[in-house]
């Protein structure tokens, strides 16, 4: 599969979007380091652009959710279920990997949801962010930058947090 980068601009640094003709593939936070490797030649299909103005509207305060075409590969259903929760999380909401999985119809799956949210390739806008302990503890963020980019997102988002790595959660979505 072919697939294009695409650079995108924010306050905090520039990340990269890969899309491919389906649609976006992966989303390289500002906190990463350049992706490498080879890439295909020739213009980038519409969407490519459409992501990376997306992704500059939302770290500039001014897009709260995402309307671009995804090619996130071959998934179970659970994973699918799982994706599809993440994606309707509000703006500036958190919720446990415990509502997660209930939500995705799998109330005592709440470890195998977090491993679906650790293995997302699309952060911010499939936003694993918005998904903590049933604290409210920032834990399990294997995006770039890891928990304090989660609280950065969090933060961003006017996220109320009590402590340094606790916020308010919104179990009641």
């Known amino acids: 599969m072919e ?7 924010t306050a905090v640094g520039t990340g990269w979007v890969e899309v491919s003709d389906k649609g976006i593939c ?10 490498g490797g080879t890439r295909a030649s020739g ?9 990376a103005d997306q992704l500059q509207r939302y770290f500039a305060g001014q897009l709260r959710r995402f309307d671009l075409p995804l090619d996130i590969g071959s998934l179970t259903p659970f994973q699918e279920r799982v994706l599809a929760v993440a994606c309707r999380i509000p703006y ?19 470890r195998a949801a977090g491993g679906v949210m650790a293995a997302n390739r699309l952060p911010v806008i499939i936003p694993c962010h ?8 920032l834990t399990g963020y294997s995006g770039a930058g890891g928990i304090s980019c989660k609280k950065l997102l969090l933060t961003m ?3 109320e947090f009590r ?10 979505y």
């Not at 697939?3 to 601009?9: A, F, K, Q, S």
């Not at 992966?26 to 992706?35: K, W």
């Not at 213009?43 to 992501?51: D, G, I």
């Open 3 to 9: 697939t294009w980068i695409v650079p995108y601009t």
């Open 26 to 35: 992966r989303v390289f936070l500002p906190t990463e380091e350049a992706p």
């Open 43 to 51: 213009p980038a299909p519409a969407h490519a652009a459409q992501a």
């Open 92 to 110: 500036g909401t958190v919720i446990s990997y415990r509502r997660l999985a209930e939500l995705a119809g799998h109330p005592k799956a709440a």
């Open 130 to 137: 918005r998904v903590v302990s049933s604290t409210g503890a």
């Open 157 to 159: 988002e006017g996220v």
């Open 163 to 172: 402590g340094e790595k606790n916020c308010r959660i919104f179990d009641s």
